[in-house]
């Protein structure tokens, strides 16, 4: 099972088909209970969000990064641990200056691996 969802406002894509602001079929789509797991190819890696976790920019590492999505009590350290804000929401910013955005409404604890 796969999800697309055309963009209305122009012709630029927001993933690497033409005319498709967000399509699962590079990867499929898993639904389960306590388990979801989808996978698309973005246009751009100017991928900003999904909660407070340690790393040097805003703009997330997309080699091969797997980051926790689950809230705890820890300060500031090394590594991807997760901290204490969980926000399932990322922003990708395009070439041509503008935005799409995704959230991902889940009470499970999740995890965005980033390649």
Not at 78 to 101: I, M, R, S, W
């Amino acid at each position: 099972m796969s999800a697309q969802t055309p963009r209305t406002s122009s012709s630029r894509s927001l993933v690497k088909q033409p005319k498709l602001k967000f399509d699962t079929s590079i990867g499929g789509l898993v639904f389960a209970d306590q388990f979801l797991q989808l996978a698309t190819n973005l246009a751009t890696k100017n991928v900003y969000g999904f909660g407070e976790n340690v790393h040097q920019t805003f703009r997330h590492d997309l080699n091969y990064r797997t980051w926790p999505l689950f809230g705890r009590d820890k300060p500031l350290g090394e590594g991807t641990d997760n901290l204490y804000g969980v926000h399932p929401f990322y922003t990708v910013l395009e070439a041509d200056g503008k935005a799409h955005g995704i959230l991902f409404l889940n009470s499970n604890a999740m995890g965005l691996c980033l390649t």
